[in-house]
């Protein structure tokens, strides 16, 4: 069956811009999916997606008008049930047949195969294959329902009674088999080849699609529209690059601005617009921010990064004449930055320390206080760890960057860019005279704040960093708001990430167990009697576990290392590369099966096992040849584990295959002999001990 281009498009009001690029993404793909589902595409097919803050849309070759006929094997019933002892059809089966559009003609025809143990009866017959216009009209109102669209807008179709919900009200709908319209329907629109273009810049409105194929270039040629996301994006980003070059500065990289932009214009025209150089006294990250997060602009830097006076904007007008929309927009841009440079000034009119008292009346959560409870706590959380990493001089500095570190939350900038919170308080705390350091580790408190992110720079930061987020997991776990599913309404995940990455990459020497231990002791009453530290532990290890696999380590290995939670986590990737070196010994697989053997033994044991082995109660070679062989290896993997050797210990214990081997096929354990029995005990626990010191090597048993 011969096969042309299909082109679909739904034209609606200007679409949300944050969602556009997933928008048109799945209708595409959903689309498309369900043709595919019906047999009316060819598997290679191809699908090219189309989306504009205006429309949605999807070209897909190789669409046939009719699928082919599909020959069909239904079950029906046991032949018991549809067959009578005559072999004449009974009533159920006749119902059944009825069903399906047959009738008692066809009983003859039926065949018996076997299902189980019983014999079947089963309707072989051909099924008709989906018609386009059907097929089409299915995936339209599947596609339409599985759109993810964050929020539906119900609005009235034109005859003024029918209401439909959709993403925005749509105005017009394209399906185009090759030169044919496909007559499908959807929220109240009929199908035709009639679209829009460009509202102001079209040189043919409404423009009639002369075929599938001619959707791109009519578009553009006539509709002064770049129909394509894509193609869109890759020209805004080359005018962009051109722009900046011609000034001698770089644009700020940032994709999603990018992706918004592109969601807002169909005919990208990049502008350069400066701002008064005065503006520039105000923190860069304001600036940029209010240009960025308000007017959509692209801010530029000089070769020393700084920021510069001049911006790109991207207009969806191409006017001979650009100077009026250029000035427009240096318009509205100076009153902008004129708001942060006055936010900025008020704000420094009060110090941080000044700020302090008004957080008391800030609730952080109805269960844990005000934000000043909070930042008391911090503090003791962070000078607690200031006193382990570096005595009484960090303790006092972590004391003093905690205490200020939410401040500026009280600040009109914050107030009016909660971004910029840590970042302010950085530029407030040097204004009020505070050292770098602390100005550094107010800023870096929030660090790491999302995925790739840097760390804290200095050690101030790092101890007011890891107690913010200490303070968080132990409090928010201790009144059981627990993340549920794909819901962390707290960000605790990302909290248990900062806390693991400062410290493994920052190799912090520090107890996981005693910081847990030490902020839930701070934390006094306000926790509920069944709050422990169990819980966020888990969760830390779990989260530590998660991140270890997308490093690349195997299951088994993380297992091993993690199924005794290691209170340092700073040995865990030693310990990690310890586990892959032993994995690659040849004697790596028979003494983790005895390992796992010996730790089964072990388990079964009721009562306590003596610490000591006694010699004079070794009677087989074997068992007095692994003693022996374990006594050394124990005396060497125990000083190079001491030395943080990790690899080393665990090499030594490849010298005890052949005396484990040996001894459990030439020894039994539990004989009746109980002084004997419990000798050899003490052996196979010594042994245990032995080689689990870095990660339970039975995990690596297949």
């Known amino acids: 069956m011969t096969s042309k281009n299909l082109l679909v498009e739904l034209l609606v009001e200007e679409l949300p811009p944050k969602s556009l690029k997933q928008l048109g993404n799945s209708f595409a793909e959903l689309l498309a999916g369900s043709l595919k589902a019906q047999d009316l595409i060819a598997q290679n097919s191809e699908i090219t997606t189309f989306a504009s803050p205006r429309r949605l849309a999807v070209h897909i070759t190789h669409v046939v008008m009719q699928a082919a006929d599909k020959s069909v094997s239904q079950k029906l019933m046991p032949v018991r049930v549809g067959l009578d002892s005559n072999g004449q059809a009974t009533p159920p089966l006749l119902k059944k047949l009825a069903s399906l559009g047959a009738d008692a003609t066809v009983v003859p025809d039926l065949k018996q195969e076997k299902d189980g143990k019983a014999d079947v009866l089963f ?17 339209l109102e599947e596609t339409i329902h599985k759109l993810p669209i964050p929020k539906v807008m119900t609005y009235q179709l034109a005859d003024g009674w029918q209401s439909v919900n959709f993403v925005r009200p749509a105005h017009g709908l394209v399906a185009l088999h090759g030169t044919e319209i496909i007559p499908v329907n959807i929220l109240g629109l009929i ?33 002064a529209v770049i129909a394509s996301f894509a193609a869109r994006r890759a020209e805004i980003q080359q005018q962009i690059a051109a722009a900046a070059k011609k000034e001698n500065l770089t644009p700020i990289d940032d994709d999603a601005l990018l992706d918004e932009v592109t969601a807002l214009v169909e005919h990208p025209n990049v502008l350069v617009g400066a701002f008064e150089p005065e503006f520039l006294g105000v923190p860069q990250e304001c ?75 800030v609730v ?26 570096g005595g009484e001089t960090l303790a006092k500095e972590a004391y003093a960057a905690a205490n200020l570190s939410k401040a500026d939350l009280l ?38 704040r999302f995925a790739g992110d840097a760390l804290p720079r200095n050690r101030v930061g790092v ?33 248990a990430l900062g806390v693991i990455r400062m410290l493994i990459e920052k190799e912090l020497p520090l107890s996981l167990d005693n910081l847990l231990q030490k902020t839930k002791e701070i934390f006094g009453d306000k926790l509920t009697d069944t709050a422990d ?115 080393e210990s665990l090499r030594e214990l490849a010298a005890l295959k052949e005396p484990v081997d040996t001894f459990f096929d030439n020894v039994m354990v539990n004989v009746d002999d109980t002084d004997l029995r419990a000798n050899r005990l003490c052996i196979l626990n010594l042994m245990h001990q032995t080689m689990n010191r870095i990660a339970d090597l039975a995990k690596l048993a297949t």
């Open 463 to 495: 101890c007011v960093a890891l107690a913010d987020k200490l303070e968080t997991l132990t409090g928010l776990f201790g009144i059981k708001q627990i993340p549920t599913g794909d819901k962390d309404p707290f960000a605790l995940r990302r909290h």
């Open 533 to 647: 530290i169990a819980s966020p532990m888990h969760f830390i290890y779990d989260r530590l576990a998660g991140s270890l696999r997308e490093q690349g380590y195997e299951v088994q290995e993380i297992e091993a290392v993690l199924s005794d939670l290691p209170e340092k986590l700073l040995e865990i990737p030693r310990r990690l590369e310890a586990v892959r070196a032993f994995s690659e010994l040849p004697e790596a697989a028979s003494l983790a099966a005895a390992n796992k053997r010996v730790g089964n033994i072990l388990k079964k044991v009721k009562g306590d096992i003596s610490d000591k082995v006694d010699t004079n109660l070794l009677k087989e070679a074997a068992e007095i040849t692994l003693y022996e062989t374990l006594s050394k290896v124990k005396l060497k993997a125990d000083a190079a584990f001491e030395s943080g050797h990790y690899k």
């Open 191 to 223: 199908a035709g080849r009639e679209t829009q273009g460009h509202r102001f810049e079209a040189s043919v409105n409404p423009l009639l699609l002369k075929d599938a194929d001619s959707y791109v270039q009519q578009l553009a040629t006539e509709g």
């Open 411 to 448: 600040t009109e900038m914050v107030g009016e860019f909660p971004e910029l919170q840590g970042t302010m308080g950085h530029y407030y705390a040097l204004h009020d005279g505070h050292s770098e350091t602390i100005a550094h580790a107010i800023e870096d408190h929030y660090k790491p």
């Open 287 to 361: 600036l940029i921010l209010t240009m960025k997060a308000n007017q959509k602009y692209f801010p530029m830097l000089d070769a020393q990064g700084k920021l510069a006076n001049k911006f790109l904007l991207v207009s969806n007008i191409r006017p001979t004449d650009t100077r009026f929309v250029v000035a427009g927009n240096e318009r509205v841009v100076r009153s902008r930055l004129a708001d942060a440079k006055f936010f900025y000034d008020q704000d420094r009119k009060n110090t941080l320390a000044s700020r302090l008292s008004g957080l008391d009346k």
């Open 123 to 139: 309707l072989d017959s051909i099924v008709k294959g989906t018609e386009l216009a059907d097929g089409l009209q299915n995936a």
């Open 364 to 389: 952080y959560h109805n269960k844990l206080g005000t934000q000043g409870e909070r930042i008391q706590r911090v503090c003791a959380i962070a000078q607690a760890i200031g006193l382990q990493l």
